[in-house]
Nanobody, 121 residues
């Protein structure tokens, strides 16, 4: 029922910046955690960053200090600000959210379709 729509991916040079957005729509819901995963060619899909409803964040070691995750619950949107990008950041980035539909308490995991980020000169 809930759909995640990503935007902001594309081609960027090393040391450049991008901001990814993930907008959730499709129902009245709450999300206790949202996050970003990425999958590089030949690699597993790994967690990049996550944020809880209380604002607690977690980052992969490879992006600490460079990426910032945030969420705007009023707009049902999550962001990933990516600075000082490296070629190693090249991957398909996936938005995910763990959501429950009011007034129910069971949570479901929802994924976006992914957006490609290419860091290259």
């Amino acid at each position: 029922q809930v759909h995640l729509v990503e935007s902001g991916g594309g081609l960027v040079q090393p040391r450049g910046s991008l901001r990814l957005s993930c907008a959730a729509s499709g129902g009245i819901f709450r999300s206790r955690v949202m996050g970003w995963y990425r999958q590089a060619p030949g690699k597993e899909r790994d967690l990049v960053a996550s944020i809880t409803s209380g604002g607690s964040t977690k980052y992969a070691d490879s992006v600490k200090g460079r990426f910032t995750i945030s969420r705007d619950d009023a707009e049902n949107t999550m962001y990933l600000q990516m600075n000082s990008l490296k070629p190693e950041d090249t991957a398909v980035y996936y938005c995910y959210a763990e959501v429950a539909y009011f007034p129910y308490s069971r949570y479901f995991e929802v994924w976006g379709q992914g957006t490609l980020v290419t860091v290259s000169s």
